[in-house]
């Protein structure tokens, strides 16, 4: 076994937690929460990966109130779904990996026809809603400075909640155009008050809220960011202003951060790249009128990029050099043996993964025992991440190929 991977399947530690490894599941929304409620083939899911010797897995999109969820069947995080987070977290403990919980709000990106406080999504400023266009919804309004304060405390009352409950970790996203990247994003904040101009007027509603959620949990309990390196987008965030951002969380004392790229609502492509999303997209269309406008308007959107492996190291180097005490988390594109050691080699921490987990759940147990012959057999078709609509949710059509034929347009 090389020494690099070696030290990426060691036990390392953040914040204090042991991890068995270096090797992070990363978090992804998995159609498996009807109504809002962990079902067991959310658990299964995530129990696959576990037993397969991940370090932790992180559990996707838990929206710090029932407004801030995408649509009404992510999940809830509140006292209506105890026994079932208590049951997830109980199984995959028991696996021997720890389970983070990822903590979103999605700002006016929304197409949740059964808002509960609002009567409308709400994001920095003034904003048309894409995603909601398909409900109804086009439009989004401006949070007023009470909604500002209510929106803080969702991530205080969230986080302690779930810590209670004995999740080991927290993810707060910052990133891909969600709540808190609305407030970073030049493209989506228009605000002239003390929130909006400067990236550190931007900044301060994000910074409020990993504060809120450092004074929940305590300071020996880990926090990781995700945040993007770039919107991929004209008028959006850029490198410059997100090394600020990565400066930022870093001196306020966040254990890790987490580098992606791009948008769900824009451009997801950057975070993925290879096949486009739009046959899975228009197949999964709620309705006739939705899927004749995506037939015209996705293909434009989403466009296959070509895939590479390892295609944001780069810049995750530039970000590793401008950070001084958070550990940092590779993701994107690391999905053979040669991969994991060249990440290592760069000095990086941890290494999240979510597409090559998907399709071989026992990756990391895999490359242990295979080591330089491991080879994974994703192939970056990115069905996987329009499966979310489909019955059962996110799955892999490689693993089941009879599945192939539900994604044709």
């Given at each position: 076994?090389?020494?690099?991977?070696?030290?990426?399947?060691?036990?390392?530690?953040?914040?204090?937690?042991?991890?068995?490894?270096?090797?992070?599941?990363?978090?992804?929304?998995?159609?498996?929460?009807?109504?809002?409620?962990?079902?067991?083939?959310?658990?299964?899911?995530h129990r696959a990966p576990?037993?397969?010797?991940?370090?932790?897995?992180?559990?996707?999109?838990?929206?710090?109130?029932?407004?801030?969820?995408?649509?009404?069947?992510?999940?809830?995080?509140?006292?209506?779904?105890?026994?079932?987070?208590?049951?997830?977290?109980?199984?995959?403990?028991?696996?021997?990996a720890k389970v983070s919980?990822?903590?979103?709000?999605?700002?006016?990106?929304?197409?949740?026809?059964?808002?509960?406080?609002?009567?409308?999504?709400?994001?920095?400023?003034?904003?048309?809603?894409?995603?909601?266009?398909?409900?109804?919804?086009?439009?989004?309004?401006?949070?007023?400075?009470?909604?500002?304060?209510?929106?803080?405390?969702?991530?205080?009352?969230?986080?302690?909640?779930?810590?209670?409950?004995?999740?080991?970790?927290?993810?707060?996203?910052?990133?891909?155009?969600?709540?808190?990247?609305?407030?970073?994003?030049?493209?989506?904040?228009?605000?002239?008050?003390?929130?909006?101009?400067?990236?550190?007027?931007?900044?301060?509603?994000?910074?409020?809220?990993?504060?809120?959620?450092?004074?929940?949990?305590?300071?020996?309990?880990?926090?990781?960011?995700?945040?993007?390196?770039?919107?991929?987008?004209?008028?959006?965030?850029k490198e410059p202003e997100?090394?600020?951002?990565?400066?930022?969380?870093?001196?306020?004392?966040?254990?890790?951060?987490?580098?992606?790229?791009?948008?769900?609502?824009?451009?997801?492509?950057?975070?993925?790249?290879?096949?486009?999303?739009?046959?899975?997209?228009?197949?999964?269309?709620?309705?006739?009128?939705?899927?004749?406008?995506?037939?015209?308007?996705?293909?434009?959107?989403?466009?296959?990029?070509?895939?590479?492996?390892?295609?944001?190291?780069?810049?995750?180097?530039?970000?590793?050099?401008?950070?001084?005490?958070?550990?940092?988390?590779?993701?994107?594109?690391?999905?053979?043996?040669?991969?994991?050691?060249?990440?290592?080699?760069?000095?990086?921490?941890?290494?999240?993964?979510?597409?090559?987990?998907?399709?071989?759940?026992?990756?990391?147990?895999?490359?242990?025992?295979?080591?330089?012959?491991?080879?994974?057999?994703?192939?970056?078709?990115?069905?996987?991440?329009?499966?979310?609509?489909?019955?059962?949710?996110?799955?892999?059509?490689?693993?089941?190929?009879?599945?192939?034929?539900?994604?044709?347009?």
């Amino acid at each position: 076994m090389s020494p690099e991977l070696e030290k990426a399947l060691a036990p390392a530690k953040l914040n204090g937690l042991e991890l068995r490894n270096r090797i992070i599941r990363a978090a992804t929304f998995e159609g498996k929460t009807p109504r809002g409620i962990p079902t067991p083939e959310l658990i299964d899911f995530h129990r696959a990966p576990c037993e397969g010797g991940v370090a932790m897995t992180t559990i996707g999109y838990c929206a710090t109130e029932p407004d801030g969820r995408i649509h009404e069947d992510m999940i809830l995080v509140n006292e209506s779904v105890r026994p079932q987070l208590s049951t997830l977290l109980e199984t995959l403990q028991a696996t021997g990996a720890k389970v983070s919980g990822q903590l979103g709000h999605c700002g006016h990106f929304s197409k949740n026809k059964k808002l509960q406080r609002l009567k409308r999504p709400l994001g920095p400023s003034r904003h048309f809603n894409n995603l909601g266009l398909m409900v109804g919804r086009p439009f989004a309004g401006a949070m007023s400075e009470k909604d500002i304060e209510l929106f803080v405390q969702s991530y205080f009352d969230t986080a302690a909640f779930m810590k209670e409950l004995g999740f080991d970790a927290l993810e707060i996203h910052f990133g891909h155009g969600y709540g808190l990247s609305q407030f970073i994003s030049p493209l989506t904040n228009r605000r002239s008050d003390k929130y909006g101009g400067s990236i550190e007027n931007r900044m301060r509603v994000p910074l409020r809220c990993y504060e809120a959620v450092r004074k929940a949990v305590g300071e020996d309990f880990p926090i990781l960011g995700k945040q993007s390196m770039f919107d991929g987008v004209r008028g959006g965030l850029k490198e410059p202003e997100a090394l600020i951002v990565a400066q930022m969380l870093d001196q306020a004392g966040i254990d890790a951060l987490i580098t992606s790229a791009g948008t769900s609502s824009y451009n997801p492509m950057p975070m993925v790249r290879g096949k486009s999303l739009a046959p899975g997209i228009i197949k999964t269309a709620p309705n006739a009128v939705a899927k004749t406008f995506l037939k015209y308007l996705a293909p434009k959107m989403f466009r296959d990029v070509p895939y590479k492996e390892l295609y944001l190291l780069d810049g995750h180097k530039r970000f590793r050099d401008n950070v001084k005490n958070a550990k940092m988390v590779y993701i994107g594109g690391c999905h053979t043996t040669e991969s994991v050691e060249e990440v290592m080699r760069a000095g990086v921490d941890f290494i999240q993964i979510a597409r090559a987990l998907i399709k071989d759940p026992n990756m990391v147990n895999n490359m242990r025992s295979q080591q330089g012959e491991y080879r994974n057999g994703c192939t970056h078709c990115n069905y996987c991440l329009t499966s979310i609509d489909l019955p059962g949710g996110v799955h892999c059509e490689l693993n089941d190929p009879k599945g192939l034929a539900a994604i044709d347009v």
